[in-house]
């Protein structure tokens, strides 16, 4: 089966924003007070504090979305194998299952114990990814119908919990003390840790998985229309629907945009400003035949699995043999200001140049 490149390309350019957070601009920005360029910069590599998006906000529905968008393309390719469903749901299960133990060995790095927790990517996407599926097994009908089923429910679900417990609606989306926090103080003390489980300090929960699934729904639908050969201008009109509907809902107060607990609203504006970023990759790669611009972002999409577990190497194993090699000045040499970004660029390279190894050598990573 032919791979879509324009899928590839804008999962490389999400993984290396993701990667490039060893850039630290805040730090530059910081050396740099009153440079707007750098401020703006280092925001967007920056998540909101709670309402709102940035572009850094932008990664994990990026990455959420595109696997729901390449499940079209799996099932084809699994399909025209001749593989019976029975046994592909067992690969997804078995999938599933690998995504949620590499994001909880992945966060257990560094510690005394296994640090259960659910609420990272890979984790957030195995315990939805069964579901996503059997879905993509089924009519296209059936996407819609429990994308809608998702978003009312987790909707009704946040506003009920705050109105039985305290006589009012007003805590349905706030940090912590929403139904996904309260899920947590209970779900995440089921397991061994250290000290007692009091709330993840930056808001986000288990329960996210849910409206995590609804946003690789959405890229299920994205992938059969690219799939199909639909009119790109389907595509800005979807994106255009949840861009404004995410809107509506966070100005008219029923519903904030909110990533850290991936909020209904935060699901269709992502999703929206997804479908329109799917459309310009799609547009300048495959209708264009504007290819060789997007080869760096192939080389980190086709190895998504290779680059995220290179993020998570400690960034002074590439670091430091170019300072006992090139000299233990080489990041200053632009002054000190510029050093994070100097070590972070050079790190960044590093790793892109592994990527660009396997790529030539067509060792792919695959779960």
Not at 92 to 116: E, K, Q
Not at 190 to 219: C, D, K, Q, S, V
Not at 326 to 355: H, K, M, N, R, S
């Amino acid at each position: 089966m032919q791979r879509n490149q324009s899928l590839d390309a804008y999962r490389g350019c999400a993984m290396l924003l993701m990667m490039a957070e060893v850039l630290h601009l805040a730090q530059v920005a910081k050396a740099f007070p009153d440079s707007r360029i750098w401020g703006f910069l280092a925001a967007q590599q920056t998540h909101v504090a709670w309402a709102g998006c940035s572009l850094h906000d932008m990664i994990q529905p990026s990455f959420s979305f595109l696997v729901g968008a390449a499940l079209p393309y799996s099932l084809a390719a699994r399909a025209a194998a001749g593989q019976p469903e029975r046994r592909l749901i067992m690969h997804a299960l078995w999938r599933s299952f690998l995504l949620v133990g590499m994001g909880i060995f992945l966060r257990s790095l560094n510690r005394p114990m296994t640090n259960f927790t659910f609420d990272d990517t890979l984790t957030q996407i195995g315990l939805g990814y069964p579901f996503l599926f059997l879905l993509g097994l089924r009519p296209q009908k059936w996407a819609w119908v429990w994308l809608g089923i998702i978003l009312g429910g987790c909707w009704l679900a946040w506003m009920l919990y705050p109105l039985a417990v305290t006589g009012s609606v007003a805590e349905a989306w706030v940090k912590q003390k929403n139904l996904g926090g309260a899920f947590d103080l209970w779900w995440m003390n089921l397991f061994p840790r250290p000290e007692p489980f009091t709330g993840h300090r930056g808001g986000y929960t288990t329960l996210n998985f849910l409206p995590t699934l609804a946003t690789m729904i959405l890229g299920l639908v994205a992938g059969r229309w690219l799939r199909e050969g639909r009119d790109l201008r389907r595509f800005m009109v979807a994106g255009g629907v949840g861009v404004a509907a995410g809107m509506l809902l966070h100005f008219s107060g029923l519903c904030p945009i909110v990533k850290r607990i991936w909020t209904p609203a935060w699901v269709l504006f992502s999703g929206g400003l997804c479908f329109w970023i799917m459309a310009g990759f799609h547009w300048l790669i495959e209708v264009k035949g504007w290819r060789g611009w997007a080869f760096p972002l192939v080389v980190v999409g086709t190895n998504s699995i290779a680059a995220y577990f290179l993020a998570h190497v400690p960034p002074e194993f590439f670091a430091s043999p170019l300072k006992t090699h090139l000299g233990a000045t080489i990041f200053v040499a632009a002054g000190a200001g510029l050093e994070p970004l100097l070590y972070g660029g050079a790190v960044l390279l590093c790793e892109w140049l592994i990527l660009l190894w396997m790529y030539q050598r067509k060792i792919f990573l695959r779960v």
